[in-house]
């Protein structure tokens, strides 16, 4: 069973842009480029060593939603899922 550590979002409650934390997992965890696509994700586990995070294209997902790409560190891979 997987710890959800923290939800990522493109705003705090400062408002849009002030900190996007999915643009920020993007550059120190992914080391690519931010598509721009997703709108939300989960990290779970540390914040400075996670397990996984699942982006989503909600803003606002569902615990029903399934994530549309999956990272996991471990094997440095992504999966698009559909």
Same mark, same amino acid.
């Given at each position: 069973? #997987? @710890? #959800?550590? &923290? !939800? +990522?979002? &493109?705003? %705090? ?17 992914? #080391? $690519?480029? %931010? =598509?721009?696509? /997703?709108?939300?994700? @989960? +990290? /779970?586990?540390?914040?400075?060593? =996670?397990?996984? @995070? %699942?982006? /989503?294209? $909600?803003?606002? =997902?569902?615990?029903? %939603?399934? =994530? !549309? /790409? !999956?990272? $996991?560190? $471990? ?5 698009? &899922?559909?």
């Amino acid at each position: 069973m #997987k @710890i #959800k550590s &923290r !939800v +990522l979002t &493109r705003s %705090d409650e400062f408002g849009v842009e002030s900190h996007d934390s999915i643009a920020w997992a993007f550059e120190v965890h992914l #080391k $690519q480029p %931010d =598509p721009g696509t /997703y709108h939300a994700a @989960i +990290l /779970y586990g540390n914040e400075e060593a =996670p397990e996984e @995070i %699942d982006f /989503y294209t $909600q803003a606002e =997902p569902l615990a029903s %939603d399934s =994530p !549309v /790409y !999956v990272w $996991q560190p $471990q094997t440095q891979e992504t999966s698009a &899922r559909q």
